[in-house]
T-cell receptor
């Protein structure tokens, strides 16, 4: 079945460091891909998305490119801030017209001043 | 803007007790869903609804019931709580079943003793 695998955390970085969170997926068909972010004590919110191969999603300095050949959707940011500390979830749209999103296990990012 | 509102935020139950988690959205979204979040497992879909009067099961529906009598509300019922249902529950909505952009509530943390 469809699945998403994220790099294990926690990831600890200093402010202004470069961030990469790896995400690979297994899916039939052509799913849309998403990154969601969960700040402490809050629900998830959409960070960015890409709906087809080679699309690049971007928001708030974060970017991710839909790579069909490597089945990947890695999240990157050039210079992280303390306020980026959160849990990041990679997800794909499930098949079967259920509206279901299949989530990875989440990666905790801690940014230190 | 209220968005998706969940109540209660915290609840402790004893095994065998019943309760209802409430979810309401004010965005006139047709699609609503319930996920549970467990450590190291990401989010898993419990039940979903594509419109008033229509509900269906997700990947982990056992022990939970839902109904959708109005567009706004989508309560989740635990009929006889079990320790395995200790989790954080998120309600989410979207405009349609294929948009992929879910709007999440802040979550309800449930502990079953």
């Amino acid at each position: 079945g469809d699945s998403v695998t994220q790099m294990e955390g926690p990831v600890t970085l200093s402010e202004e460091a470069f961030l990469t969170i790896n995400c690979t997926y297994t899916a039939t068909g052509y799913p849309s891909l998403f990154w969601y972010v969960q700040y402490p004590g809050e629900g998830l919110q959409l960070l960015l998305k890409a709906t087809k191969a080679d699309d690049k999603g971007s928001n708030k300095g974060f970017e991710a490119t839909y790579r069909k050949e490597t089945t990947s959707f890695h999240l990157e940011k050039g210079s992280v801030q303390v306020s980026d500390s959160a849990v990041y979830f990679c997800a794909l749209s499930g098949s079967g017209n259920t509206g279901k999103l299949i989530f990875g296990q989440g990666t905790t990012l801690q940014v230190k001043p | 803007n209220a968005g998706v509102t969940q109540t209660p935020k915290f609840q402790v139950l004893k095994t065998g007790q019943s309760m209802t988690l409430q979810c309401a959205q004010d965005m006139n979204h047709e699609y609503m869903s319930w996920y549970r979040q467990d450590p190291g497992m990401g989010l898993r879909l419990i039940h979903y609804s594509v419109g008033a009067g229509i509900t269906d099961q997700g990947e982990v529906p056992n022990g939970y019931n839902v109904s959708r009598s109005t567009t706004e509300d989508f309560p989740l019922r635990l009929l006889s709580a079990a320790p395995s249902q200790t989790s954080v529950y998120f309600c989410a909505s979207s405009r349609g079943v294929d948009t992929g952009e879910l709007f999440f509530g802040e979550g309800s943390r449930l502990t079953v003793l």
